[in-house]
């Protein structure tokens, strides 16, 4: 089923950024909505300084006054004070641009994420590219972990989402993954890989459960690229979350500089030099815009280096 569109915010993203969307619980009472932002942040200095800005609206758009009565259920809007963040080495490069139907694609370096998400704002693909290419309307049309290197496709301007988010979820995008990992020990390749992966809120990482399956992905052995690594192609028609790592990781080959599968081990924030080997190579579609037939191919190649810049 297609997930429900959430509606746009009455704020415009400002210096690349779109503001919070604050949800008014019911089961949580206050007098006033800013009592309320106030103690959700601990910063009541800061949600007055927006408040006399402006700076904080209902859901409607309706400014919100010292006054205004909590609303359960209700939602509210506001900037955000950016955290501190350790700078992400790497260039976006654009592979792909066409203001008639507003499809951008763009070749994502590892480490930097696609959206922002708890610690990572600014150091995102979508803050960078709408402060570069002062394009405030922008947004992805999927997504790629933070440490996945590759193309990723966004939309220039909010009339435009909709056909392509669609394609994303009737399946009308495919996506091709290299990688580097182990030489498979006692398996036949290529192998079809269909199971049930769950990903919980909180947990690191995805796991394996009984079910129908949800997640499946072709993966083939390319070329052996020097002595005990090989190179795989990975093809999934599913896409749920980690579901690449998580099925080389069961096979017993998991993809080198994964710091996640099999088992976690800790990485500095500021630690750069071992970047996951797992390339989204190339992306292919119908455009449902303009019915051309689109090839779109990563300008990076396998083994991924550290990125610099």
Same mark, same amino acid.
């Given at each position: ?8 915010p009455p ?5 690349g950024l779109?503001p919070?969307r604050?949800r008014m ?17 601990g910063?009541?200095e800061g949600?007055?300084?927006?408040l006399?800005a402006?700076e904080?609206v209902l ?9 205004t009565p909590?609303?359960?259920?209700g939602?509210?809007y506001?900037?955000?004070? !950016? ?6 080495p790497?260039e976006l ?19 930097l994420a696609?959206?922002?998400r708890?610690?990572?704002v600014?150091?995102t693909?979508l803050v960078?590219l709408?402060?570069a290419?002062? !394009?405030p ?11 996945t290197s590759?193309?990723?496709?966004l ?5 435009a ?13 495919r ?14 390749l290529?192998?079809?890989v269909?199971?049930r992966l769950?990903?919980?809120r909180g ?7 009984p079910?129908p399956?949800n997640a ?5 052995l390319l070329d052996?690229?020097?002595p005990?690594?090989g ?10 979350t980690?579901?690449l ?14 710091p !996640?599968?099999p088992v976690v081990s ?16 190339e992306?292919c579609?119908?455009?449902?815009l ?8 990563s300008?990076?190649?396998l083994?991924i280096?550290p990125?610099?810049?």
């Amino acid at each position: 089923m297609p997930r429900r569109r959430r509606p746009e915010p009455p704020l415009p993203p400002r210096d690349g950024l779109g503001p919070a969307r604050v949800r008014m619980p019911v089961h949580v009472e206050h007098p006033t909505v800013v009592s309320f932002l106030a103690a959700l942040t601990g910063d009541e200095e800061g949600v007055r300084r927006r408040l006399a800005a402006g700076e904080i609206v209902l859901a409607d758009g309706t400014p919100v006054g010292e006054g205004t009565p909590y609303r359960p259920g209700g939602t509210a809007y506001l900037y955000r004070d !950016l955290p501190e963040e350790v700078p992400v080495p790497g260039e976006l490069l654009v592979l792909l641009r066409d203001d008639d139907t507003g499809l951008l694609a763009v070749d994502k370096p590892p480490f930097l994420a696609t959206t922002p998400r708890g610690g990572h704002v600014a150091q995102t693909a979508l803050v960078r590219l709408r402060r570069a290419l002062d !394009l405030p309307e922008l947004t992805p049309v999927h997504r790629l972990d933070r440490l996945t290197s590759g193309v990723l496709l966004l939309t220039t301007r909010a009339a435009a989402r909709r056909p392509y988010q669609v394609l994303v979820q009737t399946g009308g995008l495919r996506k091709t993954y290299e990688a580097l990992a182990p030489l498979p020990e006692g398996r036949d390749l290529p192998l079809l890989v269909h199971d049930r992966l769950v990903k919980t809120r909180g947990e690191l990482q995805a796991r394996v459960v009984p079910g129908p399956p949800n997640a499946r992905t072709l993966v083939e052995l390319l070329d052996v690229v020097e002595p005990g690594v090989g190179r795989y192609r990975l093809t999934p028609t599913t896409g749920q979350t980690h579901q690449l790592r998580v099925h080389l990781a069961g096979l017993g080959i998991p993809i080198l500089g994964d710091p !996640l599968y099999p088992v976690v081990s800790d990485v500095a924030p500021g630690d750069f030099s071992n970047p996951l080997q797992l390339l989204a190579a190339e992306v292919c579609l119908t455009d449902p815009l303009s019915g051309r037939e689109r090839r779109i191919t990563s300008a990076r190649t396998l083994p991924i280096g550290p990125p610099t810049g």
